[in-house]
């Protein structure tokens, strides 16, 4: 054979990685030397597959680094390895539990790599990931796959959700989850099903549904990851996206580093990135919200789940030591649910009677549950008792403040949503408490009188009831309602949009110089509707064929009076002034009767705009974001959004007040809680100074000369002295000429 | 003036940073203590001393355990010893450990590192008797086929010689073993690089990865095994056992004639082509037991990449040339006998 020239990395001793790149830069050359390598990968597999266990190390190359190169070079020899992948899920299938673990990663991970190749379907590694990762006793293994497993459904969701992946994925974890109650095996579900709850990759009722059957199972740890997950998925899922958000590239910084900085591809590459990544996320600021249910909205007969809940774990069993914090979390979903979806499951309330003692552990969790099942459409004989009973074992002058207070707290948490729960001796008794030297005892007393000044004066007494009140009661507005009445609906917000309204309308009337106050303004706003009215009118009235479009007919969809203005329409007069004369009749207690009227009128005598509408939601947003406000913080109890739960430490409120005074350390930790962590108080000027330091960047030219070592000005400040006259002019008239060209190198254009 | 910068500078120094620099030894700081030790003995309090020499099969399976040391020397030395022991064994004595306990430690040596090791396990093998070998001949075939494709050309080439070795000693079991055929087929094929069309012809501008071996003429080396190996697979039978049974059946009447097929085979694994506890078999993983299966198999996937081969190795001439006209000749024969009788 004639010698060949070995070319210089030819000589060197050949190793795989060396012979995997030659490969992918030339995969045809290559083909013979792929080839024997494949045949030795397929000598060791037999080799390991005779004696799985006892697998030796072979010589310089081992199976392991075969897999690995194998995988790495896939996609250039599909027809070779078209049984590579099989071979592999095999291999880890059957053998996982006595491969060395260093193999059994290399193979995860090549799986995987193949996926990325699309050498193999996500369906198929997932089938292949998962029932290893219920399986195997090896903890390190299984963190592997959980993280493999997730991060493969997540960019299999990247780009558009994969509904086939999803729905065969969650099957798998719904029958995981059924098919036997008592193992722990489906933890995993959970914690799957979890993560990418959290991640908003799945936030469909399937998801919700395998949790539903979680939280039935048999197996305690099981049954509690299901329960947390209906109390804080949601929460959980709303931080994650915050901390999204949070993450944002400063776009002018790079920007401005990159044109002060060395160029390098690298660094080229590096803000090229940053700035896609910026472009990304100002898209999705453009994009409408995603719109997406909590959990506990999601789920399909609540009703059922609640009662199976309730009769599985709550009911049955007695709460002892070992079981107390599940059958919390249990207690708190029921009653969540039932507070929610409005159920109705009658045992639980009596169920709850044996647990209002003050001696009991996590007593004011009790009381929060009990809150928190409580609802308009609940019975008020059945919660009665109840009341009576936290009335009798914690209210008393005999108890200890915060028991005290606790208790009033409870009632008056029950009562905000059955007011007819209470009856009337009870509550003059409670209301007595407001006199309580205690202070949390007196602010929870004061609370529950103020809940019933407004939802049932009537059975304070006469002395309680205050101004509002009593006069509400003499003019027969203030009923109480009866139970299972409903509210008429209502457009959430109106009442604000017919002030915002009146106040313009005032505005506009002073600027004219009118009365403010003048009833007679309404007319305009009158006019304005029947304007559009009318034209209404006109188009309707020769409808009877055609509909005649006139071109210049526009619909005045803002609420600008001028148009209005121009053509009042006699009905429009006649109806003005028919008000006009009514409204001056009428007297002050009579005209305010009406004002409320027309209020709640406004959606049934206008046509709402788009513009009035969109005003109506920037005056929601606006009173959402007043009432979040410390001031307003607390003032409605009612006020509470119906999805978030009653917790333990509302319950005791107040009844830090009770303990007496606070010591120093307290009073100081307590003061420190509100401020942001501040390391020192200093001048503005020297925080900006750190802030430019902190970002790299250089100071200031005064700085600069503030900054420069003493010896180095010392000769100029010598020969200054030195100068003659003639010295000075020249150097003061450069100045001067330097100063006016703005600077050594000038500032003209740039 | 001067008094107050130096003091001044006296006072920065105790905070300044030490100055690194890339190549030098980091500066020990001030505090440093030196912790370091020389031993300059070592006393061994007791010593395992024994009146009686350790016996030869005590020695001989130490030998056997040091056959997965660390040390090329070590092993290339233990297999030394192992051979001279076999070989020098009295006539008929067995051998000291059987092969089976051997083996699972001689394997992996295959496809040892060192050239050295290699050669001393050839001799090492050869010393073995043939019938031993004929038994474990399915646990050695998959090291040698990996030895066949190994990046290493040195490794190659003695797994080359292995084999041919293989088929001296036991060629019916090696070539109707699982996998036996088609797979070291395969291998040949590999090391040669005749696999396509376009990698055998001797202008393709094949290039091929790896070191080329210390050893000179590698392809003659396996152009020979191959010869050998075809011969034991698909060349004409000999005949002298065969037609001496045939002679010998034919001699007795019709029920008796047929006798042999209805005895025991004397084969040393009868019912291993029922692979009752093995991984199932594909094609390739098959045991192809009779001269006409082999046949039949080479001849639809191996005899036209052989013979394009053979043809342009005729051509490159010279010792290359001779060494495939021995190939050229086995391929003949069998040919020219065909799929059988």
């Known amino acids: ?750 | 003036m001067g008094s107050s910068a130096k003091r001044k500078k006296e006072k920065q120094k105790d905070f300044q940073k030490p100055k690194l620099k890339v190549g030098k030894a980091k500066a020990k700081p001030e505090n440093f203590t030196d912790t370091s030790f020389r031993a300059k003995a070592i006393t061994l309090n007791q010593q395992s001393l024994h009146v009686a020499a350790p016996t030869s099969n005590s020695q001989f399976s130490h030998f056997l355990s040091l056959l997965s040391s660390k040390s090329d020397t070590q092993r290339r030395d233990s297999l030394a010893h192992l051979t001279t022991a076999i070989a020098s064994r009295p006539v008929n004595q067995p051998l000291p450990q059987p092969v089976s306990v051997m083996l699972p430690n001689l394997l992996p040596l295959i496809l040892d590192s060192s050239n050295n090791v290699r050669t001393q396990l050839l001799k090492f093998l050869r010393t073995l008797p043939h019938n031993d070998v004929q038994d474990h001949v399915g646990q050695l075939l998959p090291y040698v086929r990996a030895g066949m494709t190994h990046l290493a050309a040195d490794i190659r080439v003695s797994a080359v010689e292995i084999l041919s070795w293989m088929v001296e000693a036991a060629g019916e079991n090696v070539v109707s073993s699982a996998g036996g055929w088609v797979k070291t087929m395969n291998c040949f094929l590999s090391v040669l690089g005749w696999h396509t069309e376009e990698s055998s012809r001797w202008s393709s501008n094949r290039a091929s990865f790896g070191k080329s071996g210390s050893k000179g003429k590698p392809m003659i080396k396996v152009l020979g095994a191959l010869a050998e190996f075809l011969d034991a697979g698909i060349g004409p039978p000999s005949g002298s056992s065969d037609s001496s049974d045939q002679e010998q059946s034919s001699t007795w009447t019709f029920p008796l004639c047929q006798t042999a097929h209805h005895m025991n085979t004397e084969s040393t694994a009868p019912y291993a082509y029922l692979n009752l506890f093995g991984q199932p078999r594909d094609e390739e993983g098959e045991m192809y037991e009779t001269r006409e299966d082999r046949y039949r198999v080479f001849q639809t996937r191996f005899l036209p990449a052989l013979d394009r081969g053979l043809k342009s190795a005729r051509e490159e001439g010279g010792e290359l040339g001779r060494a495939s006209s021995s190939v050229n000749k086995v391929l003949k024969e069998a040919v020219a006998y065909g799929p059988g009788p």
């Open chain 1, 1 to 750: 054979m004639v010698k060949r020239k070995l070319g210089a990395l030819e000589k060197v001793e050949a190793d795989l990685p060396n012979l995997q790149h030659k490969i992918r830069r030339d995969p045809k050359s290559y083909i013979e030397d792929f080839r024997a390598q494949h045949y030795q990968y397929e000598s060791h597999r037999e080799i390991f597959m005779a004696a799985p266990t006892s697998a030796t190390d072979t010589g310089i190359i081992s199976l392991r680094d075969l897999i690995d190169f194998i995988s790495h070079v896939a996609d250039c020899y599909p027809d070779i390895l078209k049984e590579f992948p099989q071979q592999l899920t095999d291999l880890l299938m059957q053998h996982h539990l006595v491969l060395e673990p260093e193999l059994r990663e290399k193979i995860v991970g090549s799986l995987v790599l193949l996926k990325k190749k699309d050498c193999i379907d996500s369906a198929t590694l997932l089938h292949t990931l998962f029932p290893i990762l219920i399986s195997t006793p090896s903890k390190t293994l299984r963190a592997l796959l959980f993280q493999k497993i997730l991060s493969e459904l997540r960019t299999a969701n990247s780009k558009t959700t994969n509904h086939k992946l999803n729905r065969t994925i969650q099957t798998v974890l719904f029958n995981l989850v059924t098919s036997d109650r008592t193992s722990s095996k489906a933890l995993w579900a959970i914690k799957i099903t979890r993560e990418l709850w959290k991640r908003q990759i799945w936030t469909d009722a399937k998801t919700v549904e395998i949790m539903k059957e979680a939280s039935l199972s048999e197996n305690e740890k099981v049954t509690s990851g299901g329960v947390r997950f209906f109390l804080g998925g949601d929460r959980e899922r709303e931080e994650m996206e915050d901390e999204d958000s949070d993450a944002d590239v400063d776009v002018g910084r790079i920007r401005h580093q990159l044109g002060i900085n060395k160029k390098t591809k690298k660094k080229a590459r590096v803000a090229e990135k940053a700035m896609a990544l910026h472009k990304k996320k100002e898209k999705k600021k453009g994009q409408p919200h995603p719109l997406n249910f909590s959990a506990l909205h999601l789920l399909h007969d609540p009703q059922g789940f609640a009662d199976n809940l309730f009769n599985k774990h709550l009911k049955t069993a007695k709460i002892n030591q070992h079981n107390r914090e599940h059958k919390l979390l249990v207690m708190q979903l029921v009653s969540r649910l039932v507070g929610l979806h409005q159920l109705h499951i009658m045992p639980l309330y009596s169920w709850f009677q044996k647990y209002l003692v003050p001696k009991e552990a996590n007593v004011t969790s009790y009381l929060a549950s009990l809150a928190q099942a409580t609802h308009e459409l609940v019975p008020p004989d059945v919660l009665e008792p109840l009341i009576q009973k936290i009335a009798n074992e914690f209210v008393s002058e005999a108890s200890a403040g915060e028991i005290a207070s606790a208790g009033l707290n409870a009632i008056r948490e029950i009562c905000v949503r059955q007011p007819l729960a209470m009856n009337e001796t009870l509550l003059q008794d409670l209301v007595m408490y407001k006199k309580s030297k205690d202070k949390g005892v007196m602010m929870a007393s004061k609370g529950l009188l103020s809940l019933y000044r407004n939802v049932g004066a009537d059975m304070l007494k006469k002395r309680d009831r205050g101004k509002e009140a009593a006069m509400g009661l003499r003019s027969g507005d203030r009923e109480q309602k009866r139970f299972g009445q409903q509210e008429n609906g209502g457009i959430e917000g109106l009442e604000l949009l017919e002030q915002w309204k009146a106040d313009e309308r005032r505005k506009r009337r002073e600027e004219n110089g009118l009365d403010p106050d003048a009833e007679g303004g309404s007319d305009e706003e009158e006019a304005d509707w029947d304007a559009w009215n009318v034209e209404d009118d006109e188009d309707s009235d020769d409808s009877g064929g055609w509909i005649n479009v006139e071109s210049d007919a526009e619909i005045d969809f803002s609420d600008s009076e001028d148009e209005g203005k121009d053509r009042p329409s006699k009905k429009a007069k006649q109806e003005a002034e028919a008000k006009n004369s009514e409204a001056k009749d009428a007297e002050t207690q009579k005209e305010s009767n009406e004002e409320a009227k027309k209020i709640s009128n406004l959606a049934t005598t206008r046509i709402l705009t788009p513009a009035d509408l969109a005003k109506l939601a920037e005056l929601r947003a606006q009173a959402a974001v007043d009432s979040s406000m410390p001031k307003g913080r607390r003032a409605q109890l009612g006020d509470r959004h119906v999805d978030d739960g009653l917790t333990a430490e509302e319950i005791e409120g107040l009844a830090s007040l009770s303990k007496g005074k606070q010591t120093r350390e307290e009073r100081i930790a307590h003061a420190r809680e509100g401020k942001t962590d501040r390391s020192e108080h200093k001048s503005k000027e020297a925080r900006r100074k750190e802030r430019k330091e902190e970002q790299g960047k250089s100071t200031t030219n005064k700085e600069k000369a503030r900054r420069k070592n003493f010896l180095m000005t010392l000769g100029k400040a010598r020969s200054k002295n030195k100068r003659s006259l003639v010295e000075t002019r020249a150097v003061l008239k450069a100045h001067h000429d330097r100063a006016k060209r703005g600077g050594k190198r000038g500032n003209v254009g740039n």
